[in-house]
């Protein structure tokens, strides 16, 4: 059974630091693309960063460039997200994903990922 646990998320006050780390296990997802989503209250879910299978690849939304940073450790089968200077905006809801494997290309799309974490809570106050 193909499991993604997010962990790291917290509360942390504006300015601050958290990193995300999910780790997936049942399956090898070493030559799988990876990516963030998150999902506010009353709000649709929205891609946040990816990156591709050998991490020669990532790609982020308007929103957090420069701030979050993805990256990989395929030996622990691990994606981790890195989010600097957060705001009270990026308070949501943060879901890991990845593609099937062999799908090595990252992408923005949420329907072109398979598997999905449970989620973590960030709350970022001001």
């Known amino acids: 059974q193909v499991q993604l646990v997010e962990s790291g998320g917290g509360l942390v006050q504006a300015g601050g630091s958290l990193r995300l780390s999910c780790a997936a296990s049942?399956?090898?997802?070493?030559?799988?693309?990876r990516g963030w989503f998150r999902q506010s209250p009353g709000k649709e879910r929205e891609f946040v960063a990816a990156?591709?299978?050998?991490?020669?690849?990532?790609y982020y939304a308007d929103s957090v460039k420069g701030r979050f940073i993805i990256s990989r450790d395929n030996d622990k089968n691990t994606v981790y997200q890195q989010m600097n200077s957060l705001k009270p905006e990026d308070t949501a809801v943060y879901y890991c994903?990845?593609?099937?494997?062999?799908?090595?290309?990252?992408?923005?799309?949420?329907?072109?990922?398979?598997?999905w974490g449970q989620g973590t809570q960030v709350t970022v106050s001001s």
């Open positions: 049942g399956r090898t997802f070493s030559n799988a693309a």
């Open positions: 990156i591709n299978w050998s991490s020669t690849s990532t």
């Open positions: 994903a990845s593609r099937q494997v062999n799908s090595r290309t990252a992408s923005r799309r949420g329907h072109e990922y398979a598997y």
